[in-house]
């Protein structure tokens, strides 16, 4: 069963402006991390932050990090068309609570536009 | 180094028969993740093997999915009696360590029943 889900589902945006997209998880967490897909194919890890982190910055990203709401945010500033992809979050604790793998939401597909 | 690679990364099979599809993790990685993939959507998790310990397969959809880890290293997935329904992307990750690890995954293999 699904523990995290992204919205939006789909995001269209021009080359230059930001992209956020956001994650709501059920249960409690260690951490929450980010994977960006291309094309169907791989998942590429993009950054983890831990339950007691706030904000973590990487490069063109930013994630937040709300244990109150149970909610993460993921900001790509100053887009590029390369940034077309997937985009997913994984949070550690199954919905039943079990520690035991990653839980993937259904993902946010952007587009970027030149 | 050396990524995750999967093989084949295309599959096309009749319905009824038996296919194979093969992981090779990252050396060193203890853990290693076999995931599922239907058009545009998100991850759903099979199998997850760590060490020697009994594998994860709270995932796997039936009884004609198995997988198999060999001397800790290179693991095949088994689908028995191909259906329709099992169409999809195969993806597998490996990890350093921990199930919360971040993990590096495959570019997959694109299974076709037809």
């Known amino acids: 069963s699904q523990q995290g889900e992204e919205d939006p589902q789909a995001l269209s945006i021009q080359e230059g402006e930001n992209a956020t997209m956001n994650c709501s998880y059920k249960?409690?967490?260690?951490?929450l991390q980010w994977y960006r897909q291309n094309s169907g194919r791989g998942l590429v890890h993009l950054i983890l932050?831990?339950?007691?982190?706030r904000e973590k910055h990487s490069g063109r990203l930013r994630v937040t990090l709300d244990t109150s709401k149970k909610s993460s945010s993921l900001l790509i500033t100053a887009s590029r068309a390369a940034d077309t992809a997937s985009y997913f979050c994984?949070?550690?604790?199954?919905?039943?609570?079990?520690?035991?793998?990653?839980?993937f939401g259904a993902g946010t597909r952007l587009a970027v536009h030149p | 180094g050396a990524g995750v690679s999967q093989s084949p990364s295309n599959k096309v099979t009749e319905k009824g028969k038996d296919v194979e599809l093969r992981c090779d993790p990252i050396?060193?990685?203890?853990?290693l993740y076999w995931y599922r993939q239907s058009l545009g959507q998100g991850l759903e998790f099979l199998i997850y093997?760590?060490?020697?310990?009994?594998?994860?397969k709270s995932g796997l959809p039936s009884d004609r999915f198995s997988a198999e880890r060999t001397g800790g290293s290179v693991s095949t997935l088994t689908i028995q009696r191909t259906q329709q329904e099992d169409s999809a992307v195969y993806l597998c990750?490996?990890?350093?360590?921990?199930?919360?690890?971040?993990?590096?995954f495959g570019p997959g293999t694109r299974l076709t029943v037809l």
């Open positions: 932050i831990r339950s007691n982190e």
């Open positions: 994984a949070t550690d604790r199954s919905p039943s609570g079990g520690y035991n793998k990653l839980i």
């Open positions: 050396s060193g990685h203890t853990a």
């Open positions: 990750a490996s990890s350093l360590g921990g199930f919360t690890d971040t993990q590096y």
């Open positions: 093997f760590q060490g020697n310990s009994a594998p994860d």
């Open positions: 249960t409690s967490i260690n951490n």
